[in-house]
């Protein structure tokens, strides 16, 4: 995507990130938060510092603090320069301020700030990476990137989605994202992988199937079984495109951190019994990022209290580093 000849400024609601020391050995010393070298970035990244949404939906409070926790895990993990792969260039944008209150006028606020916020980096010509944060704040997040990137309404915006839960809640909250994209950015087909039918109800599993033409995919528990011979994203979303790539425009991807297994992530606003490896995980993450229409990417559900000596938050990270290989190495062979 060709930058924008304009001078960057800063995105709106934000508010800078704050890092602990980074030391010169790990990536994250080559994160750079002046906007001035924005310019020379490729990829963005976004903090969503709200769980509002996870306390309206009587979930674990914490997950405001993940941006934070995120940060601090990646001051410790992640060589600068691993053999064989330079890293893409990351701007960090900061943290989008959300608004007061624990109620559904607030969320609303707070969704719409994260929108303008999103749009501002994709109209620099970025590519976003959020971190959350409740999963409700997916829906704005990508809400920019269809506005952004759908040029007629004709075109496709699909999305791959790993959570235990399908989140399509009709109510304010956590559980709301993947139903309001449906309905109110007319976004899908959808692909979730790490559902878990023990926690869905049978009024959300008949509304997602029924969604979207009846083309939203549950992916088989062996998907994550056949990781290895996977040989790329269009493999690993064969279901969601019928066979024909072609079929898909644009594409997000989002991570709720509780599609690992609780022994992994302890520290999500709703653990998981009977969830993936981080290993799998990042397998998959690596392999949905490097799709070549992929249009915006989000790590959620972070929750630094629940969390047991940032296990989860290095989870987290791990899985970062994981969708920036997977962007640079996907971009670099399509340009081939």
Same mark, same amino acid.
């Given at each position: 995507?060709?930058? /924008?000849?304009?001078?960057?400024?800063?995105?709106?609601?934000?508010?800078?990130?704050?890092?602990?020391?980074?030391?010169?050995?790990?990536?994250?010393?080559? +994160?750079?938060?002046?906007?001035?070298?924005?310019?020379?970035?490729?990829?963005?990244?976004?903090?969503?510092?709200?769980?509002?949404?996870? #306390?309206? &939906?009587?979930?674990?409070?914490?997950?405001?603090?993940?941006?934070?926790?995120? #940060?601090?895990?990646?001051?410790?993990?992640? +060589?600068?320069?691993?053999?064989?792969? &330079?890293?893409?260039?990351?701007?960090?944008?900061?943290?989008?301020?959300?608004?007061? !209150?624990?109620?559904?006028?607030?969320?609303?606020?707070?969704?719409?700030?994260?929108?303008?916020?999103?749009?501002?980096?994709?109209?620099?010509?970025?590519?976003?990476?959020?971190?959350?944060?409740?999963?409700?704040?997916?829906?704005?997040?990508?809400?920019?990137?269809?506005?952004?990137?759908?040029?007629?309404?004709?075109?496709?915006?699909? !999305?791959?989605?790993?959570?235990?839960?399908?989140?399509?809640? /009709?109510?304010?909250?956590?559980?709301?994202?993947?139903?309001?994209?449906?309905?109110?950015? &007319?976004?899908? /087909?959808?692909?979730?992988?790490?559902?878990?039918?023990?926690?869905?109800? #049978?009024?959300?599993?008949?509304?997602?199937?029924?969604?979207?033409? @009846?083309?939203?995919?549950?992916?088989?528990?062996?998907?994550?079984?056949?990781?290895?011979?996977?040989? @790329?994203?269009?493999?690993?979303?064969?279901?969601?495109?019928?066979?024909?790539?072609?079929?898909?425009? *644009?594409?997000?991807?989002?991570?709720?951190?509780?599609?690992?297994?609780?022994? *992994?992530? /302890? !520290?999500?606003?709703?653990?998981?019994?009977?969830?993936?490896?981080?290993?799998?995980?990042?397998?998959?993450?690596?392999?949905?990022?490097? *799709?070549?229409?992929?249009?915006?990417?989000?790590?959620?559900?972070?929750?630094?209290? &629940?969390?047991?000596? @940032?296990?989860?938050?290095?989870?987290?990270?791990?899985?970062?580093?994981?969708?920036?290989?997977?962007?640079?190495?996907?971009?670099?062979?399509?340009?081939?």
């Amino acid at each position: 995507m060709p930058k /924008p000849t304009d001078p960057f400024i800063a995105p709106p609601h934000t508010t800078p990130a704050i890092w602990p020391d980074r030391p010169a050995s790990r990536l994250a010393s080559l +994160i750079t938060t002046d906007p001035a070298e924005a310019g020379s970035c490729e990829v963005a990244l976004l903090g969503l510092p709200d769980d509002v949404g996870v #306390r309206l &939906n009587n979930g674990r409070p914490g997950a405001a603090d993940g941006p934070r926790a995120f #940060r601090a895990a990646l001051t410790g993990y992640g +060589i600068a320069q691993p053999a064989g792969f &330079n890293w893409p260039r990351v701007f960090d944008a900061g943290d989008v301020t959300p608004a007061p !209150g624990v109620h559904a006028e607030g969320l609303a606020e707070t969704h719409a700030r994260i929108t303008e916020a999103a749009l501002a980096l994709h109209r620099a010509g970025l590519f976003p990476i959020a971190i959350g944060g409740g999963h409700d704040l997916t829906f704005p997040f990508v809400r920019a990137a269809i506005q952004h990137h759908r040029a007629k309404a004709t075109e496709t915006f699909a !999305g791959v989605y790993f959570d235990a839960h399908l989140d399509v809640r /009709p109510t304010p909250g956590s559980g709301m994202p993947f139903r309001s994209l449906i309905e109110d950015c &007319n976004a899908g /087909p959808l692909m979730i992988i790490g559902h878990n039918p023990l926690a869905n109800s #049978r009024e959300h599993a008949a509304y997602f199937s029924s969604a979207c033409g @009846g083309r939203n995919i549950i992916a088989d528990d062996d998907l994550i079984g056949r990781i290895d011979d996977l040989g @790329g994203p269009d493999d690993l979303l064969a279901p969601l495109h019928n066979e024909d790539p072609a079929s898909i425009d *644009h594409l997000f991807c989002s991570f709720d951190l509780d599609a690992l297994d609780a022994s *992994h992530a /302890p !520290g999500v606003s709703a653990m998981n019994p009977a969830g993936m490896t981080t290993r799998e995980a990042a397998r998959l993450m690596f392999i949905a990022a490097s *799709h070549p229409r992929l249009r915006c990417l989000d790590i959620m559900e972070l929750s630094p209290p &629940n969390d047991d000596k @940032g296990r989860t938050a290095r989870a987290a990270a791990h899985l970062f580093l994981h969708a920036l290989m997977g962007l640079k190495l996907g971009r670099e062979i399509e340009q081939r």
